[in-house]
């Protein structure tokens, strides 16, 4: 058979496919896990003070933390600004590359389809995150790219550590805005 016609395995039914590199190292820490998400809640918090949803992410190789990120959609007037895509960017130019096999995504909510599609477009090799979202949650939520068998990659998930801190986030975040806008509909009483 000539070269360029041989299978590259993606053909091949799952369970016959190469393994993706950098799966092992990938494997849940139940510490790390904490650690990590915990620097992506301080991010989260960071997003809520400069007006941000506060969704943060944190891209990390084992214990080496490669990108940091919290949503900027108002801040750079950017709709794909989302916490989860900053960090996959900012993981892919300290690493070098596109592919982020052996690294782990960890995001305060569940991402959307938009971050859980370049999620699989980065071959991450896991993703954790806090909170789900019932609104847009595409990781197990409403849909489950992640565990799709139709794509040419998956990835385990693991949702809930600091899922509470997470949901008061925000919960509080949304609280606030509502109270800012019933302030500021307030009829004249002059």
Same mark, same amino acid.
């Given at each position: 058979m000539p070269e360029e016609l041989k299978s590259d395995g993606y053909? /091949? +039914?799952? *369970?016959?496919? +190469?393994? =993706?590199? &950098?799966l092992e190292e990938a494997a849940g820490d139940p510490a790390r896990d904490l650690t990590m998400m915990r620097r992506a @809640? =301080? =991010?989260a918090a960071r997003?809520? /003070? /400069? &007006? *941000?949803?506060p969704v943060g992410?944190?891209?990390?190789?084992g214990e080496e933390i490669l990108a940091v990120a919290h949503n =900027? !959609? *108002?801040?750079?007037?950017d709709p794909t600004a989302h916490a989860e895509l900053l960090a996959l960017r900012r993981a892919a130019g300290e690493l070098g590359t596109w592919r982020l096999t052996g690294c782990t995504l960890y995001a305060t909510l569940e991402p959307c389809p938009m971050c859980? &599609?370049? @999620? %699989?477009?980065? !071959?991450?090799? !896991?993703?954790? #995150?806090a909170a789900p979202d019932p609104k847009a949650g595409a990781a197990g939520t409403l849909y489950d790219l992640p565990a799709d +068998?139709? @794509?040419? %990659?998956? #990835? +385990?998930s693991t949702p809930g550590i600091l899922q509470a801190e997470s949901a008061t986030l925000l919960r509080a975040f949304f609280k606030n805005r509502r109270n800012k806008q019933q302030s500021s509909q307030a009829p004249y009483t002059g």
């Open positions: 053909d /091949e +039914p799952k *369970e016959a496919r +190469p393994r =993706e590199p &950098g @809640l =301080e =991010e997003a809520a /003070e /400069e &007006g *941000e949803v992410a944190v891209v990390a190789r =900027e !959609r *108002e801040t750079t007037k859980a &599609g370049a @999620l %699989h477009a980065a !071959r991450i090799s !896991r993703l954790v #995150y +068998p139709r @794509l040419n %990659h998956t #990835y +385990p």
